[in-house]
C-alpha cells in the first residue's frame, strides 16, 4: 500500500501522541488521544484495528498490576469504597485511569513505530539532515524489543518440536532454561546489528556525494495538513485541560 504520509510526518505524528499522553491530565483528552492512537491505522482495514486492541493483552498483567498498587497504597481523596480494612479512595481511581491510558496510548505508538523499516527512519531523518548513524540507531532500538521476542518465541518452538515440555521440567531447570535462552536471543541480535552494519558500510553510507535511495518520498499537501491537524488537537487539548481545571476549581469552592 502506498505511503499517506512522508515518514517524518508519520513519526512526529505519533510522537506527538505519545508525549500528549504524559503531558495531559485530563481522562476525557487522554481517552480522545488513545481513540487517535488506536485509529491512526485505519487504512490498513478494520482487522488490523482489531489487531491492535488485541496486542494491548501483552501488556495486561503491567497494567492490572500497576491499578492495584495505586488502589491499595494510595489514599487521597474521597472514600469510594470501605469494605472492612480495605478503602478505595477517588484519587486512587483517577490515577489508575490515567496510567492506564498513557501506557496503552504509548504503547500503541510505540507499535506503529515498530511498522517502520530502516529505509523509512532514513528517508525521515535525511529530510531534517540528520545523519544515517542516528537512522540506524533509532531503528535498531525500535525494533530491538520485538525482535527479541520473536527470537525468543522462535527458540521456544524449537524446543517443543525436539520434545522438550517445559510445564513438565522443574523450578531450577526452567530457570536454566531460560537463561540459556535469553543470552542465545540477545547473542543473535547483537550478530544480526553487526551484519546490518556491515551491509551498511557496504553501500557507502558514510560516503560524501549526492546521495541516491531506492524509495524516494516526498512531502505533500497531506503532511501539512497533518501537522496542522496536530496543531488543532494541542489546541483542543489545551482548551479541554483549562476547562477541566477551571470546573475542579469551581466544585472545590462550592
Known amino acids: 500500500m502506498k505511503r499517506l504520509l512522508h515518514p517524518l510526518s508519520y513519526i512526529m505524528l505519533f510522537v506527538f501522541y505519545s508525549s500528549l499522553a504524559v503531558a495531559l491530565r485530563n481522562p476525557a483528552t487522554l481517552l480522545l488521544v488513545f481513540l487517535l492512537a488506536w485509529l491512526s491505522e485505519f487504512r490498513q482495514g478494520a482487522r488490523l484495528l482489531v489487531l491492535r486492541l488485541a496486542k494491548l493483552q501483552k501488556i495486561g498483567w503491567l497494567i492490572f498490576s500497576l491499578v492495584i498498587i ?39 505508538c510505540a507499535i506503529s513505530l515498530s511498522s517502520l523499516d530502516f ?7 535525511s529530510a531534517i539532515h540528520l545523519p544515517e548513524e542516528i537512522s540506524f540507531m533509532v531503528s ?10 520473536s527470537r525468543f518465541k522462535d527458540q521456544l518452538q524449537e524446543l517443543k518440536e525436539r520434545g522438550i515440555r517445559i510445564r513438565k521440567l522443574g523450578l531450577a531447570q526452567k530457570i ?24 551498511l558500510e557496504l553501500r557507502g553510507f558514510r560516503s560524501r556525494g549526492k546521495r541516491s535511495s531506492l524509495y524516494i518520498h516526498k512531502f505533500t499537501l497531506r503532511d501539512l495538513a497533518i501537522y496542522l491537524w496536530m496543531l488543532a488537537v494541542l489546541m483542543l ?17 462550592l
Open 70 to 108: 495505586q488502589l491499595i497504597f494510595r489514599r487521597e481523596g474521597e472514600v469510594i469504597l470501605s469494605a472492612g480494612f480495605v478503602k478505595i479512595y477517588s484519587e486512587a481511581l483517577s490515577s489508575s485511569a490515567f496510567l492506564s491510558l498513557r501506557i496503552m496510548i504509548i504503547y500503541l
Open 119 to 125: 529505509s523509512l527512519y532514513r528517508s525521515a531523518f
Open 140 to 149: 535498531y532500538m525500535i525494533h530491538l524489543i520485538p525482535e527479541y521476542t
Open 176 to 199: 536454566s532454561l531460560y537463561k540459556i535462552l535469553s543470552l542465545s536471543a540477545i547473542a543473535n541480535i547483537i550478530l544480526q546489528s553487526g551484519k546490518q552494519a556491515i551491509a
Open 237 to 253: 487539548s489545551i482548551c479541554l485541560t483549562s476547562s477541566w481545571y477551571k470546573s475542579c476549581i469551581l466544585f472545590t469552592m
